[in-house]
């Protein structure tokens, strides 16, 4: 059976992520709104979480970087 890895690790980090993919979106011109957007192609999806993990990533250099 498989197993369901989607929880989250900080679940403190919830809100901000949510802020993070709304503010990707909107610099990426996908038209992300709140509830419902089954209208969105897996590219527009794979778009926004693609370049949130991206940024998530640099982040994290930065940080581990002392910058």
């Known amino acids: 059976m498989a197993q369901n890895n989607n929880r989250q690790v900080v679940p403190e980090a919830k ?38 993990v991206k940024r998530l990533i640099e982040q994290a250099e930065k940080q581990m970087s002392g910058k």
């Open 15 to 52: 809100e901000a992520l949510n802020r993070m993919k709304y503010e990707v979106a909107g610099q990426l011109g996908v038209n992300l709104k709140k509830g419902y957007n089954g209208d969105l192609t897996s590219k527009e999806n794979g778009y926004v979480g693609g370049y949130m």
